[in-house]
């Protein structure tokens, strides 16, 4: 059910900090690297919740400086990622196609981080 929220809080964000239309589909990430940078974004949130931040300004405030983090080690800026997001929003089955291999991807990490555990 979280899900469903932050793919919803998700694409309502994109169009609510959207400040300019994004019209061609050529620019956007490539569907895998987009699915990476999202991975990676989902799991920095999952890290800060998992944190025990009894203020929520302050794990918001976190999280912001845990994703910039992300995308410098990308060399990406957050407009790019989501003027990416926002082309893949109206495209419906691109989208669904986009987190269904996000959602794989948190899983195979998952599957290697059990893996290393003694």
Do not use: W
């Amino acid at each position: 059910m979280k899900k469903v929220y932050l793919l919803l809080f998700l694409a309502l964000g994109v169009f609510a900090f959207s400040a300019c239309s994004y019209k061609s589909d050529n620019d956007r990430l490539e569907q895998e690297k987009m699915a990476q940078i999202l991975a990676d974004i989902h799991i920095d949130e999952a890290i800060v919740q998992n944190m025990s931040v009894g203020n929520t300004d302050t794990a918001l405030v976190l999280f912001h400086q845990i994703s910039k983090q992300t995308l410098k080690k990308r060399n990406l800026d957050s407009a790019k990622v989501s003027k990416s997001l926002e082309s893949y929003v109206k495209d419906p089955a691109a989208f669904i196609k986009l987190y269904t291999r996000v959602n794989e991807i948190i899983e195979e990490r998952a599957k290697k981080a059990a893996a290393k555990r003694p």
